[in-house]
């Protein structure tokens, strides 16, 4: 089936570097999102994102975080400068249409593991 | 803000058992509510959808109920097989049309021989 695919699966970075995570969503899908999960911790929403722009956003969306698609290439998350408490696995999700009930399916992919020493 | 407490964390049961996994949610406007299955190494896989108005879902060996009264939601899998070995994420929607979910923390399952 579909699949969104995240790039990289992992990266240890050090306090204060920028870190760009990498979301290849499904090829005819509009709509994209990002989900963090702190270990033994619930997913939790991040950031929507459709026509360029930032639908909503949740408080743990600080400052430090960017999202962008340019030119329908990789839809990124961007944190400059990275905290401690950034380490966390990150989510993708994208969907053809405004996710609801009729609207088909939310896909995700894997994850992308972040770890800040 | 919608909170979602899952339980139990972690769940072992034997092949042909059935395994049960529980949310509660807070916001009594929650409209939606989904169970996703994530495989080791795998992402999130969408195993079914509820809306507000439907109590019992049946799906392939497996079975959802939604108790709105009680705020409360369910996965029982009747008779579990290896291959149901997965972590189990409940999430809801508070607004129709809402792109922005609360997850539970997840109920890692592991089915034994």
């Known amino acids: 089936g579909p699949k969104v695919l995240q790039i990289p699966s992992h990266q240890i970075i050090d306090m204060g570097q920028m870190v760009t995570l990498n979301c290849d969503p499904v090829?005819?899908?509009?709509?994209f999102y990002w989900y963090k999960q702190i270990l033994g911790q619930q997913m939790e929403f991040l950031v929507n994102f459709y026509n360029g722009k930032v639908m909503e956003k949740s408080k743990l969306f600080k400052d430090q975080f960017s999202v962008e698609r340019p030119d329908g290439s990789y839809f990124t998350l961007k944190i400059q400068p990275t905290a401690l408490e950034d380490s966390a696995v990150y989510f993708c999700?994208?969907?053809?249409?405004?996710?609801?009930?009729?609207?088909?399916?939310?896909?995700f992919g894997e994850g992308s593991k972040l770890t800040v020493l | 803000g919608e909170q979602v407490e899952q339980r139990p964390p972690h769940l072992s049961v034997r092949e042909g058992d059935s395994a049960v996994i529980t949310c509660t949610y807070t916001?009594?406007?929650?409209?939606?509510f989904f169970w996703y299955k994530q495989e080791p190494g795998a992402s999130l896989q969408l195993l079914m959808k509820?809306?507000?108005?439907?109590e019992i879902n049946e799906g392939q060996g497996f079975t959802v109920l939604l108790n709105k009264k009680d705020k409360r939601l369910s996965l029982n899998l009747t008779a579990a097989h290896p291959g149901d070995s997965a972590a189990y994420f409940c999430a809801v929607s508070a607004t129709e049309g809402a792109d922005r979910l609360t997850f539970g923390k997840g109920t890692q399952l592991i089915i034994q021989p």
């Open positions: 509820v809306f507000s108005s439907t």
């Open positions: 090829s005819n899908h509009l709509y």
């Open positions: 916001d009594p406007n929650s409209y939606y």
């Open positions: 999700a994208s969907s053809h249409l405004r996710w609801g009930p009729n609207t088909g399916q939310l896909y």
